[in-house]
Nanobody, 116 residues
Framework: QVQLVESGGGLARTGGSLTLSCAAS????????MGWYRQAPGKQRELVAEISRLIINYADSVKGRFTFSTDNRTTAYLKMNTHKPEDTGAYYC????????????WGQGTQVTVSS
């Protein structure tokens, strides 16, 4: 099992910026995918951004505002710019690895709250 630890959440102003970090206990080169999800109160968890086979995909709601990156070793980042109130939620790091993604690990989450 891969351990994931998120950090960097907090209170942000509308239009402001935050950077989230996800530290993995294994080298990300061995993962099929690594990504960020978020869950707003009363809503389902949704994909924000992920990298799979060197391709980064973003949810339409964050395109042009959020940037996913890694250090090519064990850490993934989510640079969040131009916050909107609807960005509020718990942000989770996820990795999938192995045959048919048999390994599917989640971090404990970090809260982001956007206020005007």
């Amino acid at each position: 099992q891969v351990q994931l630890v998120e950090s960097g959440g907090g209170l942000a102003r509308t239009g402001g910026s935050l950077t989230l970090s996800c530290a993995a206990s294994a080298n990300i080169a061995g993962f099929n995918s690594m990504g960020w999800y978020r869950q707003a109160p009363g809503k389902q968890r949704e994909l924000v951004a992920e990298i799979s086979r060197l391709i980064i995909n973003y949810a339409d709601s964050v395109k042009g505002r959020f940037t996913f990156s890694t250090d090519n070793r064990t850490t993934a980042y989510l640079k969040m710019n131009t916050h909107k109130p609807e960005d509020t939620g718990a942000y989770y790091c996820n990795v999938r690895a192995g045959y048919k993604n048999i390994l599917n690990s989640w971090g404990q989450g970090t809260q982001v709250t956007v206020s005007s």
